[in-house]
């Protein structure tokens, strides 16, 4: 028994508009939160729009290789990136919906770290990642922001990303080193 996905998208290949409403009705919520890690709310909206037009005029570039959802979520991340290159270089953090995560990570560890000193201390530490993190490129940030903090393996999150995984493998390597050195640096201010 093949996934309806498969089913909905063989239909619209074959130009049938009611498939592609249904083949959304199915996906919309995810495709809705995946476009919401990158952008804000309003942009998001408009880009599920974009998706549905390009999911349309593009369905026959689907080759019948794994699901539906992750060909469209590769798409819509592709449109998310480029929406975001068009705006500036570096992604806010804030944009990604990552503010929530670390502001998650920190009211947690409040809860989890005994003392207001230590409390302290650990904000500290997660501002500073923070701040390391929102000077990475948006190639870089995205990939980090997948596997690290989203928990996507690398194979998905290249699928996501419509890159290799080679290709993946390397924006990570440069993201760590680029975050080590940030950090090397601030060991080696003086006070």
Not at 5 to 24: N, P, S, T, Y
Not at 52 to 79: C, F, K, S, Y
């Amino acid at each position: 028994m093949s996934e309806p996905g498969v089913e909905l998208i063989r239909r619209v290949q074959a130009g049938d508009a009611e498939a592609l409403q249904c083949l959304f009705a199915a996906h919309e919520s995810v495709l809705r939160m995946h476009f919401r890690r990158y952008v804000a709310p309003a942009d998001a909206e408009d880009l599920l729009q974009e998706l549905r037009l390009r999911v349309w005029e593009r369905a026959a570039q689907w080759d019948g290789r794994g699901r539906p959802l992750a060909w469209m979520l590769a798409i819509a991340t592709n449109l998310a990136l480029n929406h975001l290159r068009g705006r500036r270089d570096v992604v806010s953090l804030g944009a990604l919906g990552v503010e929530d995560e670390f502001e998650t990570l920190a009211s947690a560890s409040d809860a989890l770290i005994p003392g207001p000193e230590e409390q302290a201390m650990w904000r500290e530490e997660l501002d500073r990642v923070r701040a390391a993190m929102a000077e990475l490129p948006s190639d870089k940030q995205a990939a980090l922001i997948l596997v690290r903090i989203e928990g996507y393996t690398i194979r998905e999150a290249a699928a996501m990303l419509g890159v290799p995984v080679g290709t993946l493998k390397s924006r990570l390597h440069h993201a760590h080193r680029q975050l080590m050195e940030r950090f090397e640096e601030e060991k080696d201010e003086p006070l």
